[in-house]
């Protein structure tokens, strides 16, 4: 299995990205263990389209590792994104939007080409897990992490990819459990890769 790991920060004063680079350095190190194939990308790096391109075509399973800034992911990996995956979009990634004169009966966003591409999402995130799944919450009103991320998860259904579920380590600013996190990452990826494993045997 061919395994992309991109880490997603990016940066600034109050957020140097020590987690974030850990969090990534676990899954290289539990990816590699188990002898599978890797590749990693860091957004500070400038990157090549064509080989990012090629990256997300040779990858069985990406691991999108960030932390959420301003309710979503960072400027610098939705420029990442952007950057890619509308260069894709000239029939590598994607056949335009999937819809066809000729067929009205095609759908918008039914045209991606990463259909064999799996991916999930590890976030690290300063609000506690009590705010989210909780109608009570204010701010939240009750969504998951995963709602507050739905134009991520949309953008990659536009392109066939195909979710795993998500990471979150929660409260890592004011209540860190940092080494709690480790493990509930470190047990959550072992089995994400086997169940992969377990597919990819009954094909």
């Known amino acids: 299995?061919?395994?992309?790991?991109?880490n997603g920060h990016y940066p600034f004063p109050s957020s140097k990205g020590g987690l974030n680079?850990?969090?990534?350095?676990?899954?290289?190190?539990l990816v590699s263990a188990a002898g599978y194939e890797l590749r990693c990308v860091s957004v500070t790096d400038d990157w090549n389209l064509e080989a990012e391109i090629e990256n997300?075509?040779?990858?069985?399973?990406?691991?999108y590792q960030f932390p959420l800034n301003s309710?979503?992911?960072?400027?610098?990996l939705?420029?990442?994104l952007d950057e890619v995956f509308t260069a894709?979009?000239?029939?590598?990634?994607?056949k335009g939007d999937g819809r066809s004169r000729r067929d009205p009966t095609l759908q918008y966003g039914s045209g991606g080409k990463l259909g064999h591409l799996r991916y999930m999402l590890s976030v690290t995130a300063n609000a506690p897990s009590a705010a989210f799944n909780d109608p009570s919450?204010?701010?939240?009103?009750?969504?998951?992490i995963d709602d507050l991320l739905a134009p991520v998860h949309i953008n990659f259904a536009f392109f066939g990819m195909c979710p795993r579920p998500t990471f979150a380590a929660y409260d890592v600013s004011k209540n860190p459990q940092i080494d709690t996190d480790?493990?509930?990452?470190?047990?959550?990826?072992k089995a994400e890769l086997m169940k992969l494993d377990q597919e990819t045997s009954e094909k």
Do not use: C, E, T
């Open 137 to 144: 919450q204010h701010l939240f009103s009750g969504k998951s």
């Open 21 to 29: 680079a850990a969090f990534a350095k676990r899954a290289a190190d």
């Open 1 to 6: 299995m061919n395994v992309l790991i991109i």
């Open 182 to 189: 480790f493990s509930r990452f470190d047990a959550h990826l």
């Open 71 to 76: 309710m979503s992911v960072p400027w610098r």
């Open 78 to 80: 939705k420029q990442y």
């Open 56 to 63: 997300h075509l040779w990858a069985d399973f990406a691991i």
């Open 88 to 94: 894709g979009m000239d029939g590598r990634l994607a």
